[in-house]
């Protein structure tokens, strides 16, 4: 079954500063990659996916990009500000199915 | 409804009793999935129901561990003989169709069993 791998668990990054967060993925057929923002006493939300046929996606001050030879995909987010600070967990699907396996997580905590 | 929909959102429960943790999906969406958070831990996935074909229960830590999906809509997640070690958030979420997108999740019941 598919393996997912986040990295680091926690960052702390100074305000206006980027903020990478890095995940490894073992199989080779997943072809969707989401990544999910959760405030502390919050459910999880999707904040960016990407698709297998592109290698990149923005969306304002984030950012994904996947290397599917390499099997790995890294959120970028620029000019960080304090209401970024949260977990954010990264997720590949399962074989040929929608079942999701989430990274352990990175907490991100922005210094203001 | 506009969101997925959990209840109760808090749930105390002496070890050794049947909980029952309910979820409402979002109106057409097909598959619904059950996750478990325990305390500052990752998502662990627990079970999957899309459509009408059989659930993929690979995710169970026990055969305490049950649920059914009715209807395809409204899902009952059942703890049966509860233990400390079941204390954890339980995390509903629903997706729309039949290729994997990303999921919307409900607000979570925190179970505390003691």
């Known amino acids: 079954g598919e393996n997912v791998e986040q990295h680091p668990s926690t960052l702390s990054v100074q305000e206006g500063d980027s903020a990478v967060i890095k995940c490894t993925y073992s199989d080779s057929a997943s072809n969707y990659f989401p990544w999910y923002k959760q405030e502390l006493g919050k459910r999880p939300q999707l904040i960016i996916d990407i698709r297998s046929n592109v290698g990149e996606k923005k969306d304002q001050r984030i950012a994904v990009t996947l290397n599917k030879t390499a099997k790995h995909f890294s959120l970028h987010i620029t000019e960080t500000q304090p209401e970024d600070s949260a977990v954010y967990f990264c997720?590949?699907?399962?074989?040929?199915?929608?079942?999701?396996?989430f990274g352990t997580g990175t907490l991100l905590a922005v210094q203001p | 409804g506009a969101g997925v929909s959990q209840s109760p959102s808090n749930k105390v429960t002496e070890k050794g009793k049947d909980v029952e943790l309910r979820c409402d999906p979002i109106s057409g969406h097909t598959a619904l999935y059950w996750y478990r958070q325990s305390l500052g831990q990752g998502l662990e996935f627990l079970i999957y129901?899309?459509?009408?074909?059989?659930?993929?229960k690979s995710g169970l830590p026990s055969d305490r561990f049950s649920a059914e999906r009715t209807g395809g809509s409204v899902s009952t997640l059942t703890i049966q003989r509860t233990q400390q070690e079941d204390s954890a958030v339980y995390l509903c979420?629903?997706?729309?169709?039949?290729?994997?997108?990303?999921?919307?999740f409900g607000s979570g019941t925190r179970l505390t069993v003691v």
């Open positions: 129901f899309q459509g009408n074909s059989a659930p993929d």
């Open positions: 997720a590949a699907p399962s074989g040929a199915t929608n079942k999701l396996i």
């Open positions: 979420a629903s997706s729309f169709g039949f290729t994997v997108n990303g999921y919307t």
